[in-house]
């Protein structure tokens, strides 16, 4: 089975400083990996994907991931934080096998002080 | 090109009465999946269709709830009758049809937040 862990419920960061949100995750198979952010009263927004290839991804609005096979993690990252990038972030890894669903971690909620 | 809608946006009713939630999915999308998130806690998936076929409805919690998308186009969610425990955030997602269901980003709806009192 997939399962996905997001160890921090909040995080704060100063504007201008680096950002990491973490995940890590289990799955039998190639990982299919994502970042989605929800802003208040809207849905998920997609940020990124690994499928394959490069380890580094870069996704919408400056963020970045990597993915480390060895330590099954997929951290978010951003070299300069926004006050407008507050919002709640979730990771989730996609099904290897044609039918099967997405599985999201518990979110981690972002807040970047002015 | 219009996003996932979903209708209500919010819905308050009592314990026993029942609720229908409508989605619908970005033209041509024939993947279209329903996910609930409960008091703030993890996404949780409902089901899968795939055009109007149920292709997964394992995460269904119990035969309260119904799921239909008839035509292959919008579906609806009908929570018949509905509990205290039901109460939450229900996202309607959907994505193109392709090789690979896995490495398809989903695209969500703003969900209906629903609560039961």
């Known amino acids: 089975a997939q399962s996905v862990a997001q160890p921090e419920d909040q995080v704060n960061v100063a504007e201008g400083n680096p950002l990491t949100v973490k995940c890590t995750y289990s799955v039998s198979g190639n990982p299919y990996l994502f970042w989605y952010v929800q802003y208040p009263n809207r849905g998920l927004q997609f940020l990124l994907k690994y499928i394959t290839g490069d380890n580094l991804v870069k996704g919408s609005y400056g963020f970045e991931a990597e993915f480390n096979k060895s330590q099954t993690s997929f951290h978010l990252k951003k070299p300069s934080a926004l006050v407008s990038d507050s919002a709640l972030y979730f990771c989730?890894?996609?099904?290897?096998?044609?039918?099967?669903?997405?599985?999201f971690g518990p979110g981690t909620r972002l807040s970047v002080l002015p | 090109e219009a996003g996932v809608t979903q209708f209500p946006s919010h819905s308050v009713i009592e314990k026993g009465q029942t609720v229908t939630l409508r989605c619908d999915p970005i033209s041509g999308h024939d993947n279209l999946y329903w996910y609930r998130r409960v008091m703030g806690k993890e996404i949780k998936f409902l089901l899968h269709f795939v055009k109007e076929s149920k292709q997964d409805e394992s995460g269904m919690p119990n035969n309260r709830f119904l799921a239909e998308r008839t035509g292959g186009t919008y579906s609806t969610l009908k929570v018949q009758p509905a509990e205290l425990e039901d109460s939450g955030v229900y996202f309607c997602a959907s994505s193109p049809l392709t090789g690979t269901v896995g490495n398809s980003p989903l695209h969500f709806g703003n969900g209906t937040r629903l609560t039961v009192t």
């Open positions: 989730a890894v996609g099904a290897t096998n044609y039918g099967q669903n997405f599985v």
